[in-house]
């Protein structure tokens, strides 16, 4: 289960999450840097014009990693997630939002359940300044032996749906993820977005290249797949996207 907000397009997102040295250097700079006390372990470049960065830093507790998601005009959404995919903290300044988890949540994610029994179960409260939210859904694997650019994954479907406090159906989507065991995260696939502040659309946003340090690409600021289909498709991409 990956954060709904991920396909929103906005260049200014993670400005909530760097000090302003660090966001200097990252337009200045054709790769990406990760705040200080970080480190940089992951490079994905996806379909849908984007590329994803991922690192952990050392104040955190074990289990914890961030990643930040670009498309051609820059970081727009920036996450942290624990060790069982839980969204610890979001920022998205496409919506003006900030989000931090509510805990203990009703029914918490857990990478864990899902890899041991096939299926995982999630409801909980997301807390935010502009308004509280709660989550609601499933993860289930569907096939145990993907593999993209070598990376082994398995496949899931989901369906989440998040409503306001008075109950009413704010977002809801479904489709296919990839999730790792070897990071513990959950990487975007193909979905539907039913209901949404965009309206109902179909997205693929699968991984192409799994880029690691030392290899040509990683830290990349730029994304490579798709952009062109992107940009003509401009109008619907103001959305909220299960990514």
């Given at each position: ?21 660090n966001q200097v250097a990252a337009q200045q700079s054709r790769l990406f840097s990760p705040p200080e006390g970080c480190e ?125 406090t008075d109950g009413e159906v704010t977002y809801e989507a479904k489709g296919h993820e990839y999730v790792s065991r070897r ?61």
């Amino acid at each position: 289960m990956t954060r709904p907000c991920a396909l929103t397009r906005v260049a200014c997102c993670f400005a909530l999450a760097l000090p302003l040295g660090n966001q200097v250097a990252a337009q200045q700079s054709r790769l990406f840097s990760p705040p200080e006390g970080c480190e940089a372990f992951l490079t994905v470049q996806q379909k849908a014009c984007i590329v994803s960065h991922h690192w952990t830093c050392k104040a955190d507790p074990a289990g914890v990693q961030w990643h930040a998601e670009s498309d051609e005009m820059g970081p727009y959404y920036v996450g942290q997630t624990d060790g069982e995919t839980q969204w610890l903290q979001s920022f998205n300044l496409a919506q003006g939002r900030t989000t931090t988890l509510e805990q203990p949540a009703a029914d918490p994610a857990n990478l864990t359940t899902l890899l041991d029994s096939g299926i995982d179960t999630y409801d909980f409260i997301l807390l935010s300044p502009e308004g509280n939210s709660r989550v609601f859904g499933y993860d289930r694997i569907i096939d145990e032996r993907v593999e993209i650019d070598g990376e082994p994954l398995a496949m899931t479907e989901f369906h989440v749906t998040e409503t306001d406090t008075d109950g009413e159906v704010t977002y809801e989507a479904k489709g296919h993820e990839y999730v790792s065991r070897r990071h513990r995260r959950f990487f975007a696939g193909t979905g539907q977005v039913l209901q949404g502040a965009g309206g109902a659309f179909d997205y693929d946003s699968t991984p192409v290249d799994f880029i690691y340090p030392g290899e040509p690409g990683f830290l990349a600021r730029k994304p490579i797949y798709g952009c062109f289909e992107q940009k003509a498709a401009a109008p619907l991409l103001q959305k909220d996207v299960a990514q």
